[in-house]
DNA sequence: ATAAGTCAAGCCGGG
DNA sequence: CCCGGCTTGACTTAT
């Protein structure tokens, strides 16, 4: 069981969500913002190397339009080698990777515009993972899409569309249950007709069930995964804010909570993303209960870098990026 | 230097 | 009928 967290480590002196706006678009500021969000990218894994976390969602913006026409730039070949490097030392250190392409991608559109300017996306999205040379475990995380008014149809209009995705693509996609529109059991049906590999959200399928028991949804997720293809099934794991608008995440884990979900994997393995507000902090807090119940491995030898890592040798030449600076 | 307004993209449901 | 929410805030302009 790997532990993760999404996109964003608020300890770290750098971001690897730098973009621009699509008006002020130039060859120069994509190469500049990839090459910020890749150098980034080196020292967010390598701090959750350290740490023990090994399981990390990237975010979607490495790239900037990495999907749109705007783009036309060769960054797959500029960048080659540094997605390479990437995912060897993914690799090399056992880590698991993901993507969670945004709301705006929706397989399910009535629209063939929009449902091409998704797969796009996923095209985009995926081939990072490609350029990196990572199996089919790596994965990319969507939503069914849209109710549109009559479910079954929007559903098969799905299963229709995930058929015709590039096989480097489909190798990747997996659907995950959300908390208004498409419960577990739509996404277990929608597994039946195309074989996708179900990610489990205990928070969504708390907001919106047919009344499974959590340790009877969970195995029939995990039950979607195919071992060696597949990997080890990912969820993603939260809990309800106290006093806060239903179905909003809570700010930082809720231990007990987290303690009597684990009791309800009666042994089922799976890799946690936690989406909780304060990121590495919960996500640590969550790995050192798993190393109490002996779920995951033990804490690294090696020395454990400081939590803000110094700059890399020759580095911030423009202020940028610094968060807490007084200088001036 | 800091704050406000806006940003590529879709969809649903609450107010 | 507009706006917040969604896996994540950052860029740009005004003050």
């Not at 095209?123 to 994965?139: F, H, I, N, R, W």
């Not at 098969?156 to 480097?168: E, G, K």
């Not at 928070?203 to 949804?217: I, K, Q, S, T, V």
């Not at 794991?237 to 884990?253: D, F, I, N, W």
């Amino acid at each position: 069981m790997k532990i993760g967290y999404p996109c964003v480590n608020e300890a770290m002196d750098c971001s690897a969500a730098n973009t621009f706006r699509l008006a002020s678009y130039s060859d120069e500021r994509l190469v500049a913002a990839v090459a910020a969000n890749l150098a980034c990218l080196r020292r967010l894994l390598e701090w959750n190397v350290a740490q023990g976390l090994l399981f990390f969602r990237m975010g979607s913006g490495i790239v900037p339009f990495g999907s749109h026409p705007v783009n036309t730039f060769p960054w797959q070949t500029r960048f080659g080698s540094e997605f390479r490097a990437l995912g060897q030392y993914i690799k090399a250190h056992g880590l698991r990777v993901s993507f969670h392409p945004d709301q705006f991608v929706v397989l399910n559109s009535p629209d063939a515009h929009i449902v091409r300017r998704s797969v796009e996306e996923l095209v985009y999205q995926g081939s990072m993972l490609d350029l990196m040379e990572l199996d089919g475990t790596a994965k990319l995380q969507i939503h069914v899409g849209g109710l549109y008014g009559d479910r079954e149809l929007a559903l098969s209009r799905f299963a229709a569309v995930y058929a015709t995705l590039p096989a480097a693509v489909r190798a990747r996609v997996v659907v995950e249950n959300d908390d208004r529109l498409f419960s577990l059991r739509d996404c277990l049906a929608l597994h039946q007709q195309t074989g996708v590999p179900i990610l489990f959200d205990n928070f969504h399928h708390e907001c919106l069930n047919h009344g499974e028991p959590m340790a009877d949804a969970l195995r029939l997720a995990a039950a979607t995964w195919h071992p060696t293809a597949d990997g080890v099934p990912m969820m993603d794991y939260s809990s309800q804010a106290p006093a806060e608008r239903k179905g909003k995440h809570t700010v930082s884990l809720a231990e007990e909570l987290f303690r009597g979900f684990l009791a309800e994997l009666h042994g089922l393995d799976f890799d946690l993303m936690l989406e909780i507000k304060d990121k590495e902090a919960s996500a640590l807090r969550a790995l050192a209960i798993l190393r109490e119940t002996g779920l995951a491995g033990p804490a690294p030898t090696g020395p454990v870098p400081p939590l803000a890592l110094p700059p890399a040798p020759g580095a911030p030449p423009k202020g940028k990026r610094q968060k807490n600076s007084h200088a001036a």
